[in-house]
């Protein structure tokens, strides 16, 4: 069975930064694209930003281009997201989720089970 466990949420100030990770099990993770999805409270889920098999190509959601960045390391079957200048409306749980091809253009099948960043004063 697929693993995703996400890691590195906690609470921060606005402007602040984390990096989240998420490890990765149980399938050949550098044949996959990988993506990060956010729920903030009470709203639903929102794609944030995705990354090929091989790391070549890049997306995001206009809120946070400029200040999140994707990245994986094939070796080590893990997934990152590092987060700068935090905004309050940042604040979410924020899930790793598998993708079903390669490329980036196709869907999600797998998803972990989240970890919150909070951003707060």
């Known amino acids: 069975e697929v693993q995703l466990v996400e890691s590195g949420g906690g609470l921060v100030q606005p402007g602040g930064s984390l990096r989240l990770s998420c490890a990765a099990s149980?399938?050949?993770?550098?044949?996959?694209?990988m993506n990060w999805v956010r729920q903030a409270p009470g709203k639903g889920l929102e794609w944030v930003s995705a990354?090929?098999?091989?790391?070549?190509?890049?997306s995001y959601v206009d809120s946070v281009k400029g200040r999140f960045t994707i990245s994986r390391d094939n070796a080590k079957n893990t997934l990152y997201l590092q987060m700068n200048s935090l905004k309050l409306e940042d604040t979410a749980v924020y899930y790793c989720?598998?993708?079903?091809?390669?490329?980036?253009?196709?869907?999600?099948?797998?998803w972990g089970k989240g970890t919150l960043v909070t951003v707060s004063i």
């Open positions: 989720a598998k993708g079903t091809a390669g490329g980036i253009a196709f869907g999600m099948d797998y």
């Open positions: 149980e399938f050949t993770f550098r044949h996959y694209a």
């Open positions: 990354i090929t098999d091989f790391g070549g190509s890049t």
